[in-house]
């Protein structure tokens, strides 16, 4: 199915609606577009509604083989419609779904070669650890000895060599996350979709599970499909990560790509901290633009498309931001505006002082501690920054 080609005009939902007669044994008059090669998961204009709630709205992603790919966004954005719909659980309203290299809009979950992992993880209270794992593989049939065999490998790979027989009610958080994901392992799928697994989890255990999942991935051949709405875990884990706002796909690329040059201010705002100010475009080059301010002139660095005349915010990091007093300023730096320190916060890693520039915008920076002279609110000041850490915003 995925070898042939169907013709560029043809509307998704038609194409949609052409496969579904097909999969029903019909005669395929259209065939849908060709998947990419190299993807596991592909999504091509994908959307979803629930009567008038459209939660998914015309989403195109893909997935890499092996790569551990994150949806990131606030409650309610559609990354769980999106993880079900990759699962089998919801079907797209409009669009195709691709595993693998097929569609598979109308395969059902139990023929897909995927694995869901909830929050709330539904293993089996009454049964040991041993016989929650082994559910599926006996449902499917497998003999005695390839079942235990290959329950004691997924036990050992998720650290739980041992733990066989132990009861579920008798397990840590930590350890029935990883008897979860055993169990979802041993059945060897291609994708593993994981929906929140460490909401549930204090701080100290779901940092330390973050790891153990990263670790435990380097170690299976499997594509990661990561749903959270925390921006710490998703830099921590993913490979890449599309962040998602109100149905739709507003970024993707590495956490140093969407960290580092977000496209707009809800990417800038959501990953992390942010100094935005407003601006409009006077010169554009290929390496560096020039934002008029309202304290003067701010040097950027076009990571989009931008041309002089527009109106833009710019963002700044605030550990991009240093501070200086003003007659030890580093000349080197592009970005120089005058402030005047308002509060210093000691915050452990770091110093935080929040500035105010001549025009009354309010900037933050976050310093390590070190051994230039300290600042106190009142004082006079210098905030700087390199061009490179300064991105134009486009919405
Ligand atoms: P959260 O982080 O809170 O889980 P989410 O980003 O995963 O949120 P979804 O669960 O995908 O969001 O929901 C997206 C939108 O679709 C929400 O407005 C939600 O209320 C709605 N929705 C999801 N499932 C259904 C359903 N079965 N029926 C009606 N509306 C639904």
Partial sequence: MAGAVGPASESQHAVSEIVVKESEGGPAMVRPPVASPDAAVELREVSKA???IHAVKGVSLQIGQNEFFSLLGPSGCGKTTILRMIGGFEQPTKGLVYLNGRVVNHVPPYRRDTNLIFQHLALFSHLDVFD????GLRMKGLDG?????KVLAALELVDLAGFESRRITQLSGGQKQRVAIARALVNEPSVLLLDEPLGALDLRLRMQMQEELKEIRHRVGTTFIYVTHDQTEALTMSDRIAVMRDGLVV???????VYGAPRTRFVATFLGDSNLLEARVTAAGSGAVIVEGADGQIQATPHTDVRPGGDFFVSVRPEHVQVWHPDEVDPGIENRLEVRVREVTFKGAFTEYRLVTRSGQALIAHLPAGP???LVPGDAAVAAWRRDDCVVLTG
């Fill in 50 to 52: 629930f009567g008038k």
């Fill in 132 to 135: 929650n794992i082994a559910f």
């Fill in 145 to 149: 000895r390839a079942v235990r065999q």
């Fill in 251 to 257: 970024q993707v690329g590495t956490g140093r790509e």
């Fill in 372 to 374: 230039r002279r300290a």
